[in-house]
């Protein structure tokens, strides 16, 4: 799949820009607060934009179809990360927390991948 670089850099800034709300928002409402605000969907919602930047019709129709079925299963796969994690990380400690709700992600991402793409 072909990305444009105007594609790209709108998701970089918006990215980060969300990133950055999170840490403004974390630093000024509390950690609660901050940690709902990082759940903001911003790599989705960019994806969507800037799809329109190199598909169009029923190409770009079904690229957003494609990107919001993906976006469901990873919503949810984040859930279970942020509960394994809040979890793991008073028990084990945060580095080791971390590092295992990663690898967790990553497994589980890797086996949806794999099961549905068939």
Same mark, same amino acid.
């Given at each position: ?7 790209? !850099?709108?998701?970089?800034? !918006? *990215?980060?820009?969300?990133?950055? $709300?999170? =840490?403004? /928002?974390?630093?000024? !409402? *509390?950690?609660?607060? %901050? ?7 911003? &790599?989705?919602? $960019? $994806?969507?934009? =800037? ?5 169009? %019709? %029923? ?10 079925? *993906? ?9 279970? &990360?942020?509960?394994? $994690? *809040? ?15 990663? &690898? ?6 890797? /086996?949806? &991948? ?5």
């Amino acid at each position: 799949m072909h990305v444009s670089l105007s594609a790209l !850099l709108i998701r970089f800034l !918006l *990215g980060g820009s969300a990133v950055l $709300a999170c =840490t403004l /928002v974390a630093k000024k !409402l *509390g950690e609660k607060a %901050g940690g709902i605000f990082a759940a903001f969907p911003a &790599v989705y919602l $960019a $994806a969507l934009l =800037t799809i329109a930047l190199d598909f169009r %019709g %029923g190409e770009l129709v079904s690229h957003s179809i494609i990107i919001s079925k *993906g976006a469901i299963w990873g919503m949810a796969i984040n859930i279970l &990360v942020a509960i394994l $994690a *809040g979890y793991l990380l008073p028990k084990i400690g945060w580095k080791r927390g971390i590092i295992h709700s990663m &690898v967790c992600w990553l497994v589980v991402s890797m /086996v949806v &991948v794999v099961i549905t793409s068939h």
